[in-house]
């Protein structure tokens, strides 16, 4: 049976800072969806496709699957997310794009009156993809912070002993910074058996594999004297929790 459907795209918001999409090469994908707890009825796969199409890397939500240069410089990534924004008579998603500060830098709406689950969402999806220019990346540099000062504070670290650990706080947690060896050290409350976080050196002179206390693994690095970490969530996100030098 020959169907019709009826298709509204609304674009919503447009490029905050003259940001567009065009301007990144990668492309970060969660394994799946957060509002779409079952089943993404394809999404995933599609976006992926249609994006690769237009020139993007993708790549998965897990940082550290990231090839080198996306992890040695963050902001040149995108993350897209498919939301379900359905109503009773029609399948409804958001195409959101958001950058390394999770900013949403576009955000695009399309609709379907298709009620089959799978060729609804995928037909309204569809629509979103006008938005979506061919790839053509600029550099972004992330927030300043000098590779010859993260380097510089590196070789300090080597030099400080185990007695004279550095003070740390996101302003709820206080820690304290213990030198393990020249390739490793912790974040550790004054109170606890077990360490915060602990870093070890990767092959860049300002990144770090993370491995929290609860068990995940993530990325950390060197911003301005302070430590930064790329907190996991459950739906594939990260946030960026900022350690201040005391």
Same mark, same amino acid.
């Given at each position: 049976?020959?169907?019709?459907? $009826?298709?509204?795209? @609304?674009?919503?918001?447009? $490029?905050?800072?003259?940001?567009?999409?065009?301007?990144?090469?990668?492309?970060?994908?969660?394994?799946?969806?957060?509002?779409?707890?079952? !089943?993404?009825?394809?999404?995933?796969?599609?976006?992926?496709?249609?994006?690769?199409?237009?020139?993007?890397?993708?790549?998965?939500?897990?940082?550290? *699957?990231?090839?080198?240069?996306?992890?040695? &410089?963050?902001?040149?990534?995108?993350?897209?997310?498919?939301?379900?924004?359905?109503?009773?008579?029609?399948?409804?998603?958001?195409?959101?794009?958001?950058?390394?500060?999770?900013?949403?830098?576009?955000?695009?709406?399309?609709?379907? &009156?298709?009620?089959?689950?799978?060729?609804?969402?995928?037909?309204?999806?569809?629509?979103?993809?006008?938005?979506?220019?061919?790839?053509?990346?600029?550099?972004?540099?992330?927030?300043?912070?000098?590779?010859?000062? !993260?380097?510089?504070?590196?070789?300090?670290?080597? !030099?400080?002993?185990?007695?004279?650990?550095?003070?740390? #706080?996101?302003?709820? @947690?206080?820690?304290?910074?213990?030198?393990?060896?020249?390739? *490793?050290?912790?974040?550790?409350?004054?109170? #606890?058996? #077990?360490?915060?976080? @602990?870093?070890?050196?990767? @092959?860049? &002179?300002?990144?770090?594999?993370?491995?929290?206390?609860?068990?995940?693994?993530?990325?950390?690095?060197? !911003?301005?004297? &302070?430590?930064?970490?790329?907190?996991?969530?459950?739906?594939?996100?990260?946030?960026?929790?900022?350690?201040?030098?005391?």
């Amino acid at each position: 049976m020959k169907k019709i459907s $009826l298709l509204i795209v @609304t674009i919503c918001s447009v $490029l905050a800072f003259g940001q567009k999409i065009s301007d990144y090469k990668y492309i970060a994908i969660p394994a799946k969806f957060s509002t779409f707890k079952k !089943e993404d009825y394809g999404l995933g796969e599609m976006l992926t496709k249609t994006l690769r199409s237009k020139n993007y890397t993708v790549i998965p939500a897990d940082k550290l *699957q990231w090839p080198a240069e996306a992890q040695s &410089n963050p902001c040149n990534v995108l993350t897209a997310d498919v939301v379900n924004d359905s109503g009773l008579l029609r399948n409804k998603v958001v195409l959101q794009f958001k950058d390394c500060n999770d900013k949403v830098i576009s955000s695009t709406k399309g609709s379907s &009156n298709i009620k089959e689950y799978r060729e609804g969402f995928q037909d309204a999806l569809k629509q979103t993809f006008a938005s979506i220019s061919p790839a053509s990346p600029i550099n972004r540099i992330a927030e300043p912070h000098s590779a010859v000062q !993260e380097v510089a504070v590196t070789a300090q670290l080597v !030099e400080v002993p185990d007695q004279s650990a550095v003070k740390f #706080s996101n302003g709820k @947690t206080d820690l304290q910074k213990v030198l393990i060896d020249a390739s *490793q050290f912790i974040l550790v409350g004054n109170n #606890s058996s #077990s360490p915060f976080a @602990t870093f070890k050196a990767t @092959t860049k &002179n300002d990144l770090f594999r993370v491995k929290l206390q609860n068990g995940e693994s993530t990325l950390g690095y060197y !911003e301005n004297g &302070n430590i930064v970490i790329e907190m996991p969530h459950g739906n594939g996100s990260y946030t960026k929790e900022i350690f201040l030098k005391k």
